[in-house]
């Protein structure tokens, strides 16, 4: 994750146990800072560049079966971080693998791997994280013993409009599309990939148009086109 100001480039990088804050000027980079943070798997900064949210792929907080996920102030001048809050998924959302920031900032998506779930929550003006305001669970499963026994939310992306999340889920072999609203996901479209495959890694361009999907269990790159009125995946 980079942030960039001028003629300094400010790069995050999660490791096992911690967010660590590189600034580069002048093609020289140091670590600035590095911050106690728990698998911190999954970083996105707002559009402002003013937050940054973690993800904590672990499968307990404070003694509960559960993910967390935290958010930090980003000093303008320096790029450092300074905690502003931490939050437990719902209960059962053990190991989440990524999440995503709404345009708006209002609110974030996780996509739970262990659990089977997606959870969203609510986020405050101050960067602070709020409640979650709804838990999804997913069913279904593939062809592969063991990891498609049952569904795995893999990675989620927000369209550029706002309106829409699309995320890939290992377990059950499809590309999903929701419609946001007011903090509420509902399922418009399902797109089921080649069986076996494991769609996992999703990209999509700046115009919302084109989405790129990596398959964990082979080597190959789908590629469709969004259709933002019916919120639909093309091939």
């Not at 999440?99 to 779930?117: E, I, K, M």
């Not at 049952?150 to 890939?168: M, N």
Request: hydrophobic residues 35%; neutral net charge.
């Amino acid at each position: 994750m980079k942030a960039r100001e001028s003629d300094v480039a400010i790069k995050y990088v999660g490791t096992a146990e911690s967010i660590e804050v590189y600034r580069t000027q002048a093609g020289q980079s140091r670590k600035v800072q590095s911050l106690s943070s728990r698998h911190p798997s999954s970083l996105t900064l707002d559009i402002t560049g003013r937050y940054l949210f973690a993800l904590n792929e672990i499968d307990d907080f404070q003694g509960l079966p559960s993910g967390s996920v935290e958010s930090y102030e980003v000093d303008p001048g320096t790029g450092e971080l300074d905690r502003i809050s931490s939050s437990p998924l719902s209960l059962s959302a053990t190991m989440p693998r990524h999440l995503a920031l709404s345009p708006d900032g209002q609110h974030l998506v996780v996509a739970v791997y262990g659990g089977g779930l997606y959870n969203v929550f609510s986020i405050r003006s101050n960067g602070q994280i709020g409640g979650i305001t709804q838990v999804i669970k997913e069913i279904g499963r593939s062809v592969r013993r063991g990891p498609q026994s049952s569904a795995h939310p893999h990675s989620v992306v927000f369209h550029p409009s706002g309106e829409f999340v699309i995320g890939t889920d290992t377990g059950a072999d499809r590309v999903n599309v929701f419609r946001i609203r007011d903090g509420q996901m509902t399922c418009v479209h399902r797109l089921a990939t080649v069986p076996g495959a494991g769609p996992a890694g999703l990209t999509l361009d700046a115009s919302g148009s084109n989405v790129a999907v990596e398959h964990r269990f082979s080597s190959c790159i789908a590629r469709f086109r969004f259709d933002s009125e019916s919120g639909t995946l093309l091939s």
